[in-house]
């Protein structure tokens, strides 16, 4: 790419409130020529929750709160105003349990909103790459890593409405040759994480004195691979123009680590905060069609990308519990639990 293309980016990141979406700005604003705008449906959360509040070129960054299910027309406006080179759409509801009792509000969020949108953008030629941060829940639960090609059997609403819009951007890609790529991982984890997922959760409580429930035993496994190397992942799709589907996982060594059951993830938590596991956990029935794990073959993005993940779990986990820490006074006093919101 040569230096005036690389001046001329523009950024989109949709959903630039979230976990994800916060830090994908933090890692754009890092370079001073990338102008970088946000759109989220929600006002933008106390600073403590978004790493790029202290970027030192925050001045980069435009943050408008736009509904993308209730406004589309607004947020289509919006796009063509700015004219970004790239969109980055991290916007989803993603609490897999409560899919089954809303399955509509996961449709219209993750896969209707998706079509309405990438209709318009499809004829817009300002747009060089799209990118769709998708799941590896689409694949159900896989004992053996999979590949991006592999057989596709989503279990829950709220992976088959991941799954149709997958399936939706790869007719656009070859039908109009729409420049998308669709970002797959396993479970991703970090500081600045929303408060109600299990690895800041289970700090907080214990820190508070409530009891973690573990469902099933703890026995589910789960591949938490860090913020970091998942953003460093987005950016090598955008920055190498490598479009369709990718997935990003740990090692395929690391995989079969049992430090990734989520009783041991527990344990190596109630071990940095000095307490025993039997004194903080009570364990209940596994809940109801639970996948037991998401197992990805990164081949792909190694091989095209030079991608692999860098952050060991002990590190990121520790790092977690330092921004707790030195957080726990605006973090003790906010919400930990998950509120829906249509």
């Not at 420049?179 to 994480?193: A, H």
Request: with cysteine; charged share 20%.
């Amino acid at each position: 790419m040569n230096q005036q293309e690389n001046k001329n980016k523009k950024y989109l990141v949709i959903g630039s409130n979230c976990f994800t979406g916060s830090h994908i700005i933090n890692e754009l604003l890092n370079s001073s020529n990338n102008s970088v705008y946000g759109i989220s449906r929600s006002p933008e959360p106390p600073a403590f929750m978004l790493p790029y509040k202290s970027n030192k070129n925050i001045q980069n960054f435009v943050f408008s709160q736009i509904d993308l299910v209730k406004d589309i027309e607004k947020a289509i406006a919006y796009i063509d105003e700015i004219q970004p080179t790239h969109i980055i759409n991290v916007a989803a509801l993603s609490e897999v349990e409560l899919s089954h009792e809303v399955p509509l509000g996961y449709f219209n969020i993750n896969l209707t909103s998706v079509v309405q949108l990438c209709d318009e953008l499809r004829t817009r030629s300002y747009l060089k790459h799209y990118i769709h941060i998708s799941s590896a829940e689409i694949y159900g639960s896989t004992p053996e890593p999979v590949r991006e090609d592999s057989i596709i059997t989503p279990t829950t609403p709220y992976a088959v409405s991941k799954t149709a819009a997958d399936m939706y951007l790869l007719t656009l890609m070859q039908k109009y040759s729409f420049p998308v790529s669709m970002i797959r991982s396993t479970n991703v984890y970090g500081p600045y994480q929303q408060l109600f997922k299990i690895i800041p959760r289970c700090f907080i409580y214990i820190k508070t004195g409530q009891t973690i429930n573990l469902h099933g035993g703890g026995n589910a496994v789960r591949h938490f691979i860090h913020i970091k190397d998942v953003v460093d992942a987005i950016l090598l799709v955008s920055d190498k123009k490598s479009f369709g589907p990718f997935n990003f996982s740990i090692s395929a060594e690391d995989q079969i680590d049992p430090k990734y059951q989520i009783k041991n993830v527990v344990n190596y938590i109630c071990g940095l905060l000095k307490c025993k596991m039997e004194d903080v956990t009570q364990y209940s029935e596994k809940r109801e069609h639970q996948d037991h794990c998401y197992s990805l073959d990164s081949t792909k993005a190694n091989e095209i990308l030079g991608w692999k993940p860098h952050i060991q779990f002990e590190d990121g986990i520790t790092e977690t519990y330092e921004w707790l820490t030195k957080n726990w006074e605006e973090i003790k006093s906010a919400e930990h639990s998950y509120k829906h919101k249509e």
